[in-house]
């Protein structure tokens, strides 16, 4: 990641797009203070340096990538555990959680049982715990299917948070999103509304394939591709 700069307002969803390396996963890392940039300052919440910013574990909220549940625990005990490990209070409301994200019902069973969008729904219920106001998603929807992508990211939208979403689906940060930023080779190569972003030149530019892109019935950009 070379020379990133950018800043989030309030009650936003916040698409990063690009193609596998181009440094998405890198800037969530930064992001989080799960990695220390070797130039530059992240502030968060008034906080800057990576110690400083680790401490606001309450005031963010984090869903990565691959599945951070614990599967011969129920779900219900997998937030227990979580309250735990963060220091938080274990007498908050860990079934009002998983009735957030949909698993109400669920709390009992143990998580190797669970389909993988129940999994995506309890990791981000892990992401919820500290009543964050600002929420990172590294690939939310990676695994799920069409009707599992759209039921975690309408609870994401419903949560009236702001959020940094790491995307592969070019379809669902056209969608779900209020601003896009693309990286290319580590840097930000535009930033801006769906409609400004997603653009066939830009999408060959950086994905190298051809595209159309179309209203949908919303208004919001809907993107064909075209095989060769």
Known sequence: ?????????????????????????????????????????????????????????????????????????????????????????????????????????????????????????????IALLGDPELLILDEPTNHLDVKYQLQLLNTVKSLDLTVVAAFHDLNLAGLYCDEIYVLKDGRVRAAGAPWEVLTAPLIEEVYGVHADILPGKDGNPRIIYYAG
Not at 6 to 30: D, P, V, Y
Not at 51 to 79: F, Q, V, W
């Open 1 to 125: 990641v070379k020379s990133v700069s950018f800043s989030l307002m309030e009650g936003e969803l916040c698409a990063l797009i690009g193609e596998n390396g181009a440094g998405k996963s890198t800037l969530i890392r930064l992001i989080t203070g799960l990695s220390e940039p070797s130039s530059g300052t992240i502030s968060m919440f008034g906080q800057t340096g990576r110690r400083e910013i680790r401490s606001c574990r309450e005031r963010l909220g984090y869903m990565p990538d691959l599945n951070a549940s614990y599967p011969n625990l129920t779900a219900r005990d997998n937030l227990v555990v979580r309250c735990i490990e963060w220091g938080l209070p274990t007498d908050r409301s860990i079934d009002g959680v998983l009735s957030t994200v949909g698993l109400g019902e669920a709390g009992g069973k143990k998580v190797k049982n669970f389909s993988m969008g129940m999994r995506r729904r309890l990791d981000l219920a």
